[in-house]
């Protein structure tokens, strides 16, 4: 009886490899005639139930997920125009507010100088003196009509 070591093993199945290999390639080059009609058929029936499912199961839903895209879009229009009005009414509202705080300054101004002149008016009728040098015109204080007097 023969003892095989280990290099005479690894061998042995390298040239076993080599002779399945040779008969397999030559096998496979024989089956090439039969082979390619049947694969154009596999082929074909593969892309037949492909079409088939996609008609069936995917393009139903992507018509329904293209419907809710749509009304989406819809939805995204009409608040795109609820904010442009929005932002129209906060411009107009802020220049409106802007010149109502003018015109109450401007109200402040005058109501200060109108009681300022109501306590000249005031002192002027406690002393008893001439109310013509004290008094002035819209918007002109007592010291200009005081220079302008003298």
Known sequence: ???????AVSEERVIMKRVLKA????FWRLTAP???????RLARWQQ????????EEVI???VVVRSMLDRIEQERGHLQAIEHAINASRCLADARAEEANLALDSHVR???RLQRQV????QCVEDG?????RLGLVGESSDVNERMAG
């Open 23 to 26: 008969v397999l390639k030559a």
């Open 119 to 122: 306590e000249e008016l005031r």
């Open 34 to 40: 039969v082979r390619r009609p049947v694969s154009i």
């Open 60 to 62: 139903p839903h992507l």
């Open 110 to 112: 005058e109501l200060s």
């Open 1 to 7: 009886m023969r003892i095989l070591t280990t290099s």
């Open 48 to 55: 037949q139930i492909l079409a088939a499912s996609l008609r």
């Open 129 to 133: 003196t001439s109310l013509r040098d």
